[in-house]
Every structure is written in C-alpha cells, then in structure tokens.
C-alpha cells in the first residue's frame, strides 16, 4: 500500500504543474465541450505511459550493471535538478480561455486531446523516464501498485480539472495560487532527491 500511496503523491506532484495540456482540460471543461471524453483520453494515457515507462525499466533492469545503474540514478538527480529550477524560475502569466463557445465534433476533440497529449514532450518526461526510472530498484508487485497509485493520481487530476473548471478557472489564473502549489512541487522532489541519494550511498 505504501508503494501505491508514493506512486500518487509522485504522480499528483508532476501531473499538478500547469502547461498546455491542461489547460485545455480547463477550457473544454468551461466550454462543457465532450468533458468525459477528455478526461479519459488524457487519464488512459498517462496509465499506459506509465506502465510503459515501469516495464521498459523493469525489463532493461535485467541487463543493467553497477555502474550503469549508478549512471542512470545521477541523470535521473540531475532530471530532477532541473525540474525544480524550472519551477523556482518559471513566472506564471494570466492563463486566457477563448470565448468561443461553438460545438466541435467528437473526432474533433479527439485528435486535439491526443495532440496535446502525445505532442507533449514533458508526458513522456514525467511518466516514462522519470516514474518508470524511479521504480526501477522496486520488486515487481511494488511497481505494480506504485503505477497503480500514479496512474489513480491522474484519473483523479483529470477528471477534477474536467468538471470543476468552473470553480478551479477562478484559481488558475491567480499566480498567488500556483505559487503555493510550485512550493508543494519543490518540497517533494528535493525529498525525492534526497531518497535516491540515499539509495545510492
């Protein structure tokens, strides 16, 4: 259980900082636009790229050596390194939504959910290399259920963001708000820092 609660705060902590694919989840959310079905494409996705990511680590695992595993934990704390230099310096701008308010078609939807989801290099970041890298040491049910926990923190992110764009757009926009939220990020992943250097001594 313990493994499935760390996949979820690990999941919640990455998935939480604002880009462009959720903003989209926001303005369709507003828009009341085929809510379901992006937040689904979008919470399926990250459950497949994550277990892609554990199982690609898991299999590569066999093969590794000392000093390639001690290799991959230094890039995995350098990812991390630039992670949160991004969050200190990033300055969040007013977050616009269109006004347009027009039906769009359910195969319209579809491929903008998958373009803004798949085109994203920082999906295949978070969820292949970073989650996939950092269960990789786990036994194999430990990665199970440490998937399971991040792949249940997306469902959940998703499907708020979706339905309750109503009231988070008032929040989204505010900087003080995400502030806060950056600070929780940056907390947890230098924590994780900490345990993998832990890990390695």
């Known amino acids: 259980m313990e493994y ?23 303005e369709q959310g507003l828009k009341k636009q085929h809510v379901f079905l992006v937040c689904l494409i979008c919470s399926i996705s990250d459950l497949i790229l994550i ?3 554990i199982f690609l680590f898991h299999y590569f695992n066999q093969l590794f050596n000392q000093t390639v595993e001690l290799i991959l934990n230094i890039l995995l704390i350098l ?3 630039h992670f949160i230099y991004s969050k200190i310096k990033t300055h969040y701008s ?7 308010l027009t039906n769009i078609s359910k195969i319209n939807i579809f491929i903008k959910t998958l373009g803004f989801t798949y085109l994203n290099p920082h ?3 978070d969820t292949v290399f970073f989650l996939g890298n950092f269960s990789k040491n786990y036994l194999l049910n ?4 440490f998937g399971i926990g991040a792949a249940i923190a997306s469902f959940l992110f998703f ?3 979706g339905y309750l764009s109503n009231y988070l757009s008032k929040y989204a926009n505010n900087k003080k708000i995400w502030k806060v939220i950056n600070i929780f ?10 345990f993998i250097i832990k890990e390695i001594l």
């Open 185 to 194: 990020i940056i907390c947890f992943m230098s924590i994780l820092i900490l």
């Open 4 to 26: 499935a609660l760390l996949g979820f705060f690990t999941g919640l902590s990455l998935i939480l900082a604002i880009g462009a694919q959720n903003i989209f989840v926001i």
């Open 51 to 53: 277990f892609l990511g």
């Open 123 to 125: 999906v295949y970041s």
């Open 94 to 100: 007013d977050i616009n939504f269109s006004n347009d």
């Open 79 to 81: 990812f991390l390194l």
């Open 142 to 145: 430990q990665k199970i259920f």
């Open 159 to 161: 499907f708020t963001l």
